[in-house]
């Protein structure tokens, strides 16, 4: 039997690796390999295999017993193919070692370059190059191994060569000739001496194993250990371990190094796109001191080596059917391929590159499809910051709702609307936003909040709105009677301009650049593509005709969630509603609801027509009644003033006011006396609900429209509330039905948000006949968790890896997801062809409507700007499945 | 083959039914059935069965076939035991016809005596014995008839009757003679006939017919309805219908007519207990125009009759195996019983019967124990007002912590320390009771509050202590400032005198009088018994030395709950915690938390001494932080008058404090940043009562104690969440234990409180070695139910029968009772010999206890109070496994 093989080759022609061996040689392994086997010019090397690093640290830190052999076969074979010898003193042969896991990680141990070089070796360096050359190599070298193996801090080193260019009165490193450099280098190498107690390691096996100790311990630091909790990495990945022949942009003038993508990543447009410098390391491209070149340039100046590098771009893309992101180095005239891996891009680039390629004939439709990932569409669909605009943030909450916004402070609702009338932009900036703020959240540009998390009242109406928002932001600290808010030193006045970047959740002062991305050709295009693919309805919640209207030019088929309580809200509706609510008898009460019955009438009437043909699904009065009152502290504050000016009439009034807020006050309002619970104990309130949508309905059915109305009650946690409530619509549908004379299909069901629900979904399913999860809710009750609460602890749970996600954002499918499934399953255990859909949150977010496909749901409903992302997510849970 | 039988007859010797067709006789039927098999002379009839009720709804209303065949039969073998003739003129047979469902059930129609009495057959009856007898008996007759078949109001009839009583000068019913009383049946009968339109029945056979349907019908009458929907009747089980031949005890001075119980109902005493009258009818017993004699006398008065009923009365003991509640009639020299059944008991009776019976030979051990009620023990461990006290209440509440409790009224727990101090005894009034109550609850003798729930601050805490509670009474108002509370028209100044009855939720005005069982003895053999039986275990929850060495009086094996944050509220240690709270660096945190230490420590090690030998499991800090600062309300009055005072200085201050308590509310706390949530975010915490509660234990070890620290993680939703803070509590331990030089066995578990521990049992217990439930809080996260919320609209729930009980009164079984066998399935796969307890106030009820038997659960965990009743339901699951 052959010993178990660690270590890897790639060079001209002995490669033993591929692109398929990612998890054994790491990303930046595996593709080295594989431009190898394309025959692409890569300094060739070997892969220690991340099977050593596990080994490594399974047995206490002792690596396997062939390894030492197998590398010393490896780099026998790498001396062959160069012709140079390791630890050779007239011709050396020096070595990069660089770190590469399956996925790139950071806080991993980088690169040490020069490897091989000493006092003696660097001297035959200087020979053959020459001295200037040899020492910058040299003091680098000592400078990295140092750094990274020895643990040396950078800034030791910066100090005697900033002192050396003091010396000479330079400025630049590159002022410094050999001689200097010779110079710095015996000072670092002193003082490395002098701080290790050590002698620096002249022999360059002993660099080469302290380099490769020093990648694989790098698996192990807190800081890479706390990175893969984040990223949920599993730590018995490992990492590999590349060792190669190193190649130099900076032997002169018919040398150079450069960075590309083999198409626009910011616009997709089909044509290289990198820049270049001449006689330059990596390094220095990046630093910025020279200005690199755009890549065509090359063509003129080394037209040969442009022909070979535009021939291997070629090659990638045609091999690995991706945009490819790559670097390279030319040497003496002779062109090596550094790296290559897929390229990022923009939303934009994004998918005119899946189309372009599609149409190349490059991949499959399918193929195109995945190639966009879904949420990364967010992006089109709401105006961002010119990304090329350098902006510095005064803060950072939470990013609520995406895109930009610029406007003038302003802090109230009332304040937000004049402005706006008088012409000008606002941001909208307060502790919390409640219902009575909807009027000045609409003409904002931006909300901010102190307060709330993902999914507090301000981040749900601007994700419904398409509005950014930035919830939560801890660090403003509001003084609404000073006309400021103070935030980390700044202070920012009523009237002055912020951005607002709802995507990060950045706060910047002043106004920003913004730009609105602009491809619906293309965007409409792959979104047609998905419909064809995915068996997955997308409906929305929407409340009003607008929203309905803009959610079908989304692509919406259906409302999933349209919600009869921001019906209440209306400035000509509140009084009433307050009536009704504060009605001492059932006879005031049902007087107030005969006031409210013709606004619900239009307002469904207005809904149907926007959604004709497609089935409407309404929610029945959720919230607590609180929430239509005013708050206690500000009716106290009334009281005070009233008082103060000794209007006695009005202050009985209020008083009565206060009593009853006080009545309905509730301590946990979110568990409380909310959803079908009023609809039971406030009969009348449902009814004329009820009675509304079905007169609307029979209403536009005369008129030749075709509505079959579906009523969802919510938050049902026994059977018996579903079934009182369903009997009294039944009893009132029919009623209605009779006095129309109009016949009418139309369904009953249950949003299923309490974990009760999802465990007797077999005996809810027996009489509802459709189900809508509303994973908000179920998510808050099945953590136990209050949305607006948990900022003080969730964001903090997803830094430490406690939580891999925010659970309101993406569903938490080992806990809430393990309830949906049960909901599911029994549900269609007792009605087989029981409908089910989503209409949390999570209905717009990729992973959560994978989940959803996989379940088997029927459809997910989401706001509608978030209607393409679930129309594409829908497409790849289809071509994703048994995944 | 025969028909199938609908009709089963009872007599001498004919008798086709038995005790054990209850379900098909009814349990009035069953039991005349069973007398007659004894020998027992019972008055002669038939009873048809529950099934003829069942087919009649399910076939509109209609009888089976051969039901009047059947009847005729059973009528003809009647008339022969009796030697009387149905309708006849001159001896006619009269009936009753009496409703008798499996269980008794009220809003049934009751009974209709003498029926077969016309105007001719009342002839005949004159004749036969006298005048007046016979038209007494008509004059019911018409009247019960008329009332309960035709439903006519009996004031009608009282009407009547009064005008007759006028008219002639007298006062009582038995001064009118015969004349007088045919006079008031014709006048009775034109009335019926005026108001019907019809004719009354003249023939026998109609009215018997007419009878059985009022029967049958009023199984289905919307009161009965209600009632079987609220004690889960189901509507199928049907009524059965009793005819029987009438006998009389007003035939004269050798009739009469009494109840009696084979023992004493009220003590258990073995003695026959019981009243009867000489010529009357069992109404007028009951009516107490004459007072009834004690059954001793009949054995002077009628010594034959009384060695009859006194050979019966050991028959049937002996038969039934129980204490018999008992009916008979003497008529004319012959004893006849009416009706047998179980007697109800006071639990000392209950406890003192079982033991009796038990010495007597009559049942076995077992069976005693079946025979006392867990719940109804809680009677025994609390003053109770007095049976014999007739009392009005003037309000109800929740029946919050049992017992009684009287004294004046008080608004303030200051007030209330004051008084009692003064050497008064004080009942607390409050809206809601918060920790820094504690003291003037301490002293109370009872507490009422207006709001809040039965798991609400005032209602745990009571229920602790023992003492009562009525909770969330919402129809008290109080107007604290004017020292007074209003409640259904009465005002209540402080100072005056009320009673509470915490076993029903009672308001009552003054002062009833109390009594305190004393059955010690007894009740210590029956729960002696109860442990030999028993398999589960019985903990207490309790938060001070005082209550667990009550708890271990009451026989409790440890605890199974000691909440840490109690100890967090006494007088000398709240300015410390808030000092905690408040701090802004983690070094004054931590400042305040080693001024802490040595308090909790010594708590630690007063419990630890108490519970010498027994297992306790400490929960660490588990309520949101806030509930240790004082109410911003309260803050703003004070910073208000600070102001007026011009206090700058402390204005600073307060306006401090007012902001911290600001940024710490929460819009849902019971869903908030506490438990476990708390100890990641601010680990010093839980540290500090860590190291107090191992330096406890190492201190006592060395002292001679054996201790085994449980210490509980709260609020755990997340395996990592219980990672993390296990981990931290493991480091302190092993910390604490090396300064110590002490070796502890310890184990570290959780709570399993919400639903998503709940569905990952398996991955936490893994890790965690014991779970114990916390279903307070899981019913409110299954349910999404504030309990202190609930009040507007879960009494109602419970009222039209949505839910059978108060899920936090008796664990919903379907619901999260499913949630909880999922805990212990899951939990038990990754851990098999995981310890699993219940900790929530469910623990201590019975029906919940038989639930935690059934799943598999090691031990409940109760408050001191309950633990009897907990030892004796847990006895009660084994006895009844399988049922």
New interface residues.
Partial sequence: MPDHKYVYFFGKDKTEGNATMRNLLGGKGSHLAEMANLGIPVPPGFTITTEVCTEYFENQQQYPEKLDEQIAQQLAKLEDETGLKFGDNSNPLLLSVRSGARVSMPGMMDTVLNLGLNDKTVAGLAEEVDERFAYDCYRRFINMFSDVVLDIEHKEFENILDAKKKELGVENDTELDGGALKDVSAKYMAMVEEKTGQDFPQDPMTQLWMSINAVFDSWNTPRAIKYRKINGIPGDWGTAVNVQFMVYGNMGENSGTGVAFTRNPSTGERKFYGEYLMNAQGEDVVAGIRTPHPIETLNKEMPEMYAQLDDIKERLEHHFKEMEDIEFTIQQGKLYMLQTRTGKRTAAAAVRIAIDMFNEGLITRNEALLKVDPEQLDQLLHPMIDPNEKVDAIAKGLPASPGAGVGKVVFTAEHAEEMTEAGEKVVLVRNETSPEDIGGMHVAQGILTARGGMTSHAAVVARGMGKCCVAGCGAILIDEDAGLFTVNGHTVKEGDFITLNGTTGEVIIGQAKLITPDISGDLNTILDWADDVRTLGVRTNADTPEDARAARDFGAEGIGLCRTEHMFFGEERIPIVQDMILAETEEDRKAALVKLLPMQRSDFKGIFEAMKGYPVTIRLLDPPLHEFLPKHDELMEQYAKLKAAGDTNKIHEIKDLIKRVNSLH????????RGC?LG??YPEIYEMQVRAIFEAACELVKDGYEIVPEVMIP?V??I??FK?TRDSADAVAKQVMEEQGVELDYMIGTMI????AA??AD?IAAEAEFFSFGTN?LT???????R???G??LP??VE????ENDPFVAI?Q???G??IKMGVDKGRSSRPDLKIGICGEHGGEPSSIIFCHNIGLDYVSCSPFRIPVARLAAAHAVLKKGE
């Fill in positions: 509730e301590f946990n309002p979110m568990l409380g006396h619970r039971i104990t938050l946690g026994h018996n509330e009182v948000e309490l974990p009760r465990i007797t005996e809710d808050q009750t099945t953590f136990g968790l209050s607006d609460d948990a003080k602890f903090y749970y430490i890896g406690i939580l938490d080992d806990g809430v393990q309830l």
